[in-house]
């Protein structure tokens, strides 16, 4: 079987050793293997975050494997999981942040417990499944060494940990939805689509009321940063409506924050 690259996405930070040491284990377990970094900074034990991150980048990765570690339930019952998609493999944690990607790339077509002693590294503690269980499980997958079968039994999709995210509201004329994600720029990227704004007659280059929690702003749907110096609301580059401050921070100037309500209306739309 040819090998395959592993995309490595954790809340481990660099100012420890921990990302360093994952990536020793896969070395030593398929040296040939390929590892990509895509963020060890998702915010410390924060699912939502991972899951979302590895959502946005998951359709810019090459196929082969996720490891994807963010576990505030490590060492408790939680299972320790692996799915198989048209796509490849995906390793990490049964707590919803292997769920959202996974359904990006068409569904899991079979899942396992990672139990086979034999993948797992020798230990007393369990608080660094990251280094124990999920990197050996991602090494052997991505260099063909050993199959989903062979790490552990297989498990009914239904008893998988789903991570339910928040659904789009329209009404009245108006779009409400949440922030997703605020980058490190400050700009904060909502769960609304530029087809939501268009159902709610709202177009590209139009003037939108936008309602940041109890707050309503006077904003521009623009194309680009430059277009304007004011706060606008543009398409980000993962294809959602987000609010940005050309220049600034949106996130600190409006008071955004992750899952904060946002709403959207054309200013001439009733209520």
């Known amino acids: 079987m040819t090998s395959r690259p592993i995309s490595f996405i954790s809340d481990f930070g660099l100012d420890d050793e921990f990302v360093g040491v994952v990536h020793g284990v896969i070395a030593r377990i398929a040296p040939d293997i390929r590892v990509i970094d895509v963020n060890h900074r998702v915010p410390r034990g924060n699912v939502r975050a991972g899951a979302l991150a590895l959502l946005r980048a998951v359709q810019y990765l090459p196929n082969g494997v996720v490891l994807a570690v963010v576990d505030p339930g490590v060492g408790t019952a939680r299972k320790a999981i692996v799915a198989e ?12 942040l292997l769920a959202p990607a996974v359904a990006m790339v068409g569904g899991a077509q079979r899942f396992a417990s990672l139990e086979a002693e034999e993948f797992r590294l020798p230990r007393d503690g369990v608080t660094f499944d990251g280094r124990d269980v999920f990197a050996p499980a991602a090494a052997v997958l991505a260099s063909g060494e050993a199959s989903l079968s062979e790490l552990g039994p297989e498990i009914a999709p239904d008893s998988v940990t789903p991570l339910l995210l928040p659904l789009v509201d329209h009404s009245n004329g108006s779009v409400s939805g949440e922030v997703f994600w605020i980058d490190t720029f400050g700009n904060a990227q909502t769960n609304v689509t530029p087809e939501d704004l268009r159902l709610a007659g709202i177009q590209p280059g139009s003037d939108v009321a936008v309602r940041v929690g109890a707050v309503e702003h006077d904003m521009t749907w623009v194309t680009a940063y430059g ?24 996130d600190t100037t409006l008071n955004l924050s992750e899952g904060l309500s946002v709403g959207f209306k054309s200013p001439t739309a009733a209520g």
């Open 85 to 96: 998609t048209e796509w490849g493999h995906f390793v990490g944690p049964d707590n919803g």
């Open 227 to 250: 277009d304007s110096t004011e706060a606008v609301v543009h398409v980000d580059s993962y294809g959602l409506i987000a609010i940005a401050v050309p220049g600034g921070r949106a």
